[in-house]
């Protein structure tokens, strides 16, 4: 039986502020989870703090509202209690990379069929603009009124380095992929991630307009073309944009099921030039042959990414 997503609704009107990305990424979320089968009285929502926790609060599901960076064990404890449950967690970039950034590693260890929608804005809203772990460096906050001197942290990395079987990366403004990323994630056995960008119209208005302008929707197989240049690899050189797309045998093929090619397209993603596009679509997806190795040998991908092995 398919529903509508009018049915994962429960037409309580959103608190959040006009032009907030979130609205899209409820509405996302209702659509997708109608689309895919899901069952409402089978569902459960998690969130933490922050604006992104009031999701719930606007489900036609079971839900949860808990503190600060610990919707995951929650999540877990609701999955291990009732492993036919349809589990999701909705989190921040404050809340899941900060105070929960010790219970978001583990989580993807544990191998739990969970799939977690982090919605990143780069700043911490609802409590009026401070800098985040995302916070790009140099980027000025209510405390940071001078630019940022910390490096992001990669919500990805972390996924991809600690057993996650799915990870992708959206953006508010793509509706319907966004949706369609989450139909994706849920069809994943598995943990898996989708990091989401999301404009705050009030304290980090902007920050996004470049992605918004400047991106690529990543295709399995094929290469990463934008105006007519390919995005190209060399291990002397690294990553580089060609124009001969035919000829150069650097061209890089995205490929979503090798785990060490999404470690180093990432990794591109955090150091590229603000001028080069910024990368949409899944990174990673576990196939079933590799899910085994995943849930065996996490350790060992971490160890990869601790050392930065795959780095130029």
């Known amino acids: 039986m398919t529903l509508k997503a009018s049915e994962f609704s429960n037409q309580v009107q959103t608190k959040w502020c006009p032009g907030c990305g979130d609205n899209v990424i409820l509405k996302q979320l209702q659509q997708a989870m109608a689309d895919s089968g899901s069952l409402p009285h089978n569902s459960v929502v998690v969130s933490g703090i922050g604006c992104s926790g009031r999701l719930p609060y606007y489900m036609n599901t079971y839900g949860f509202h808990t503190i600060h960076g610990r919707s995951f064990p929650i999540a877990c404890g609701v999955k291990i209690a009732k492993p036919e449950t349809e589990v999701w967690v909705i989190t ?9 950034s010790n219970h978001f590693i583990h989580f993807f260890r544990r191998q739990l069929d969970i799939n977690v929608v982090l919605i990143n804005n780069q700043i911490y809203g609802l409590t009026k603009g401070q800098k985040s772990p995302t916070s790009a460096k140099g980027q000025r906050t209510k405390t940071s009124p001078q630019g940022s001197q910390d490096m992001m942290l990669s919500a990805v990395s972390l996924a991809l380095s600690s057993g996650s079987g799915f990870v992708a990366r959206s953006l508010d403004r ?11 994630a849920k069809d994943t056995k598995g943990p898996s991630l989708l990091e989401v960008y999301q404009n705050c119209p009030i304290f980090s208005y902007g920050v ?11 295709e399995d197989q094929k290469p990463i073309v934008y105006q007519e240049k390919a995005l190209a690899f060399h291990f002397n050189r690294g990553f580089y944009w060609t124009d001969e797309i035919e000829s150069d045998p650097n061209v890089w093929i995205h490929e979503i099921h090798k785990i060490h090619k999404a470690i180093m397209l990432n990794q591109y993603t955090v150091e590229k030039n603000t001028q080069d596009p910024d990368l949409f679509g899944i990174f990673y997806k576990q196939t079933a042959s590799n899910q085994e190795y995943q849930m065996e040998q996490p350790s060992k991908i971490g160890t990869i990414l601790a050392l930065n092995s795959y780095k130029i």
């Not at 921040?92 to 929960?100: K, T």
């Open 208 to 218: 996004f307009d470049d992605a918004y302008q400047n991106h690529v929707i990543l």
């Open 92 to 100: 921040g970039d404050g809340d899941a990379l900060s105070i929960g």
């Open 174 to 184: 793509l509706g319907q992929f966004t949706g369609k990323m989450m139909r994706e």
